[in-house]
């Protein structure tokens, strides 16, 4: 490829610059089937995280959430029923990201779920991300008993309404690149580490909810919730994050990361070159810490495509920024996360000058992973990422990193020699 270098260092470029130019604003939150059509039709939908996946082959984690997501929507009444469903094939599912959507861990999102809506303004194109549930027993997990199904309903009829009508009485929405600068400062990665941004969202959120023309108690129970969610912000990072990648996938060629997502049995990555190709791989189980009672036997093979935020240059790739969640993690202390940050440096192709790292000498984060680069020296993206117990209803039990395995890379850029009509055998 030495002889097209030119060629494609220019069409990563054009990648890199809507990448770095991208402006991502939180500008409502709505049902997810009033922008998904999808999700608005006679025939039973769920979406997903990752590369495409039917219910026979999925963990059972995401079969947990798709229970629960089948419980909340009102089409079955008890676990058996819903089960059924499922066994029937009377459920159609689509990847969260063939629909301009990312979904937490199993990503399961339902016609009813609200969803943060990020309009890229560089671009024009929108991004959609399901609200953080908050702690204990979730739905994205795996959970799906009573008290989940309760969660999910309170927040769309209280919290999605709530937080949409703030939304409405600012002039352009919430400029997310602020508030992520902003937040990087503070120590956040936005993978793991969200409890700076989450803070300076509620920051940002609660003056204007407590001038809403609603009940005390729901102002309250909303901005308590807020506060107590220190995870809260990373969907939102994922809606902005997808909005990001959409827009440098437009009109786009060459070798640069534009997807990165895994469903539990599937690693995939998308780049700029072959549009909307998966190139996938067995995903790896993470590493990490897990809870009191908990070891790695109980640990869920990777699930989610949170790791949109490593796809546009923070979580793992930016730990250094977060030092402070190095040891949640089980990577270590500060001078692991140096390292890590200064090794995902190598398979990058510059550094994002919008979010600038002040343990990292104010370096801004990586930014383009490029395949050649990842094949040539064998290093892998490292993402944050947290561990949903392998047995459906448990929910989470632990955090930990995982590597993207090297074999999608190695597919996707055998992908791209074909494209460019090279013989790489």
Not at 10 to 20: F, G, L, S
Not at 185 to 194: A, K, L, P, S, V
Not at 302 to 308: F, N, P, R, V, Y
Not at 372 to 389: C, S, Y
Request: charged share 20%.
């Amino acid at each position: 490829m030495e002889e097209r270098e030119e060629e494609i260092a220019a069409e990563n470029q054009k990648v890199i610059d809507k990448m770095q130019n991208a402006q991502p604003f939180l500008i409502d939150v709505v049902p997810a089937k009033t922008v998904i059509p999808e999700l608005n039709e006679e025939q039973k939908t769920l979406l997903h995280a990752g590369p495409p996946i039917e219910w026979d082959a999925m963990t059972k984690p995401m079969q947990g959430a798709c229970l629960g997501a089948a419980l909340y929507e009102g089409w079955a009444e008890t676990e058996e029923e819903a089960l059924a469903l499922f066994e029937n094939g009377e459920v159609r599912f689509i990847p969260c990201h063939h629909v301009q959507a990312v979904g937490p861990m199993g990503g399961i999102s339902s016609a009813n779920m609200p969803m943060n809506v990020v309009e890229n303004r560089l671009t024009g194109n929108r991004a959609y991300c399901i609200l953080n549930e908050g702690i204990g027993k979730v739905l994205r997990f795996g959970a799906y008993s009573q008290e989940v199904v309760d969660r999910l309903t309170w927040i769309q009829n209280v919290l999605g309404p709530t937080l949409s009508k703030a939304l409405q009485t600012t002039e352009e929405g919430l400029n997310l690149n602020v508030l992520m600068a902003r937040s990087i400062t503070m120590g956040d990665e936005f993978h793991q580490r969200n409890i700076a941004a989450s803070l300076n969202f509620l920051k940002e959120m609660a003056p204007l909810i407590t001038k809403l023309d609603i009940s005390e108690e729901d102002k309250y129970d909303v901005i308590k919730f807020l506060a107590d969610t220190d995870q809260y912000f990373l969907n939102i990072m994922m809606a902005a994050g997808k909005a990001i990648v959409d827009g440098a996938r437009k009109d786009t060629k060459g070798t640069i990361v534009t997807t990165m997502a895994r469903n539990g049995v599937d690693f995939g990555v998308r780049i700029a070159e072959t549009g909307d190709t998966w190139h996938n791989a067995p995903v790896n189980t993470p590493k990490g810490l897990y809870f009191t009672g908990f070891s790695e036997e109980d640990g869920n093979p990777d699930i989610g495509d949170s790791a949109i935020t490593e796809t546009v240059g923070v979580g793992g790739m930016a730990m250094v920024a977060a030092p402070g969640v190095t040891r949640f993690v089980g990577a270590g202390g500060f001078q692991d996360a140096l390292d890590i940050s200064n090794e995902m440096a190598k398979i990058c192709v510059t550094h994002n000058p919008t979010f600038t790292i002040p343990t990292w000498d104010f370096k801004g984060t990586c930014l383009g992973i490029d395949i050649r680069k990842v094949v040539e020296t064998g290093i892998t993206p490292l993402i944050n990422t947290g561990i949903a117990h392998r047995e459906a209803g448990r929910g989470q039990v632990g955090a930990g990193t995982v590597r993207a395995p090297l074999g999608c890379f190695e597919n996707a850029l055998e992908a791209y020699a074909r494209e460019l009509g090279i013989d790489f055998e």
